[in-house]
């Protein structure tokens, strides 16, 4: 099952471990793999912790490949596509309008990969912790006018292109959800799963998710169970396919 890495590679962690308990398991007629294909980040210290984070997954898995790791995702278009300045439907129009790159630097490999088109792979789940600050009550609480969104609306036109079947975006408790249901809705049927308090009552209230799904796939229905006074490892998350 190919991945689509999301940021800092924490959910690539989890899989691995999955991946690995499923197989000792032997319960399967058939080997699970999950497989990382590529992953966007601008800063330069946590593209290190992606890939210090994939390599541990290596040690779980014996899969020690290594997935393409890009910059700015604005940059799956060219760089005159749209103009940052202007309003966020503007802004939202220009890259919906724009052209996608076909490859894109990536600095795991150290040249252009291909992220788009024929020599590009399908991936079959997105999992991303797109940017906050616009939406948290810490932040500069901008909402969809702020910078940050045009990351939304290149993420919206790259997934709407490729129609990845599955996305998973984790975001600030305000996250406007409007601006989701503007982007996506023309190709994902999308809900809301809002944060929760920890169980520990030590740590603060964990973010939400939002769940986009394409629309010809089956609806999917994520759905947190744990039981009442059990420790945060066996917290389990069950994805339930339905009609």
């Known amino acids: 099952m190919p991945l689509l890495q999301p940021a800092l590679g924490h959910a690539e962690m989890g899989q691995a471990v999955i991946q690995k308990t499923i197989n000792s398991s032997k319960k399967l007629d058939r080997m699970v793999e ?91 789940l997105d999992v991303s912790g797109l940017p906050c600050p616009d939406f948290s009550r810490a932040g500069v609480e901008r909402g969809k006018e702020g910078p940050t969104a045009m990351l939304f609306c290149s993420h919206a036109k790259f997934h709407a292109a490729w129609q990845t079947p599955m996305l998973i975006i984790e975001n600030a408790p ?34 939400g998710h939002v769940v986009c799904l394409y629309g010809p796939y089956p609806t999917l229905i994520l759905k947190s169970i744990h039981r009442s006074g059990a420790s945060d490892s066996k917290r389990m998350l069950w994805i339930l396919r339905t009609r």
């Open 34 to 124: 999950f497989t990382s294909i590529r992953a966007h980040e601008t800063n330069k210290g946590c593209r290190q912790l992606i890939a210090d984070h994939v390599r541990w997954c290596g040690t779980v898995t014996n899969d020690h490949s290594q997935p393409c790791v890009h910059g700015d995702l604005t940059q799956i278009m060219p760089s005159n596509s749209f103009d940052p300045e202007s309003g966020f439907e503007a802004k939202a129009a220009q890259i919906n309008q724009a052209k996608l790159r076909t490859t894109q630097y990536c600095f795991t490999h150290d040249h252009q990969c291909p992220i788009f088109g024929k020599r590009a792979r399908e991936v079959d």
């Open 174 to 207: 305000d996250l406007d959800l409007g601006m989701i249901t503007y982007l996506y809705s023309k190709h994902y049927r999308t809900t809301w799963y809002p944060p929760r308090r920890s169980t520990t009552g030590r740590l603060p209230k964990l973010p």
